[in-house]
């Protein structure tokens, strides 16, 4: 058989997607504090098939999430809320590990949706995570965080931060400070809900990559080798015409939801195409090649692609970078070893 011909065959064919997905992932995607629960509902909304779980200290907001379980977090809290003290929320889920630790049996994958700043947020999220961890999950909590000018809010969530990474796999930051590039002549509750879009995408982005039938699949042990240790990381996301898919990375390059970073220093990178049945080859290769030029020589690039009819001659880029370098995590990181070192000194 000629090269030719099999070049037509190939050309003729059209891809048919089997109905199930042949490996069974346990996933569940849990809501904590306000925003957590916030982008459950919008997940929900958005038509997300895995099982779901709000967790919250405020008996008023959790009445109006959608979710298929909720937990009330009421010991300490009468169902009133943390009052934004951080020691409250954090007491309120131990007091119910019981019951949140009975959520992830044999669970693969924890999603964790946040908000830092506040109390159930800050205080409960790194109880969470620990149990999850500790059952056996992969854990990744996707989180946001409060803007500089909330000097308070931001202190809090920073150290928060710190416990959140010591108990998840990979955290994935989301700075409101980029609300101000992005869109700052939105109303108030309009640029939130940006930021609440963007979480809700970004999980629902993992949980079709690893859940629904691709050219190119990412598996659940793909994601444990990229994201075990993965640290810190961040999304970017482009979208646009085939023709010019340098520009769609580009675009997404430009537009990070982390200040001040610096791609160079990240350890790996997932990256998830998403195009029409007409997009050609040589435009997913450009794209992942420009994404790949940004990165370290040796960092661990893991690709995955998917045909959508609808998207005819776009492609979607999803590029979540793992191991890097912010700022003002640094410094907390830097304050902890200095902590450790200065009550156990080295001999």
Do not use: W
């Not at 346990?26 to 038509?47: D, E, P, Q, S, W």
């Not at 893991?302 to 640094?330: H, N, S, Y």
């Amino acid at each position: 058989m000629s090269i030719e011909s099999l070049i037509r065959r190939a050309s003729a064919y059209t891809l048919v997607e089997k109905s199930i997905y042949e490996e069974k992932i346990n996933v569940l995607v849990v809501g904590v504090g306000g925003a957590g629960c916030n982008a459950i509902t919008r997940m929900k909304k958005l038509g997300l098939d895995v099982p779901t779980v709000a967790i919250n200290t405020d008996m008023n907001h959790l009445k109006v999430v959608e979710a298929d379980k909720k937990i009330l977090l009421k010991k300490g809290t009468r169902g009133l809320g943390s009052g934004g003290q951080v020691e409250i929320g954090e007491r309120s889920a131990i007091l119910a590990a019981e019951e949140i630790r009975s959520l992830f049996k044999d669970m693969d994958i924890v999603f964790i949706a946040t908000g830092l700043g506040g109390g159930t947020g800050t205080g409960a999220t790194p109880v969470i995570s620990e149990l999850a961890k500790k059952e056996g999950a992969l854990v990744i909590t996707i989180l946001t965080m409060p803007f500089k000018v909330e000097r308070a809010r931001f202190r809090r969530s920073k150290e928060g931060l710190m416990r959140i990474m010591k108990h998840s796999n990979t955290v994935i930051i989301l700075e409101n400070d980029k609300l101000m590039e992005i869109v700052p002549n939105l109303p108030l509750n309009k640029a939130f809900m940006v930021m609440d879009q963007l979480m809700s995408y970004t999980i629902m982005s993992f949980i079709d990559m690893i859940t629904k039938p691709s050219l190119m699949n990412v598996d659940l042990s793909d994601l444990r080798t990229l994201m075990e240790h993965g640290e810190l990381s961040t999304i970017l996301i482009g979208e646009g015409t085939a023709s010019d898919p340098r520009k769609i990375v580009v675009d997404a390059l430009n537009r990070p939801f982390v200040m001040d970073m610096d791609y160079s220093t990240a350890s790996g990178g997932l990256i998830h195409i998403t195009a029409g049945e007409e997009v050609p080859l040589s435009s997913v290769y450009s794209a992942v090649d420009a994404i790949s030029s940004f990165l370290k020589e040796n960092s661990n690039i893991i690709v995955g692609a998917r045909i959508v009819p609808e998207f005819e001659d776009r492609m979607r880029i999803l590029v979540v970078l793992t191991g890097i370098k912010v700022p003002f995590a640094q410094e907390g990181i830097k304050v902890e070893k200095e902590e450790k070192l200065r009550l156990y000194p080295t001999k």
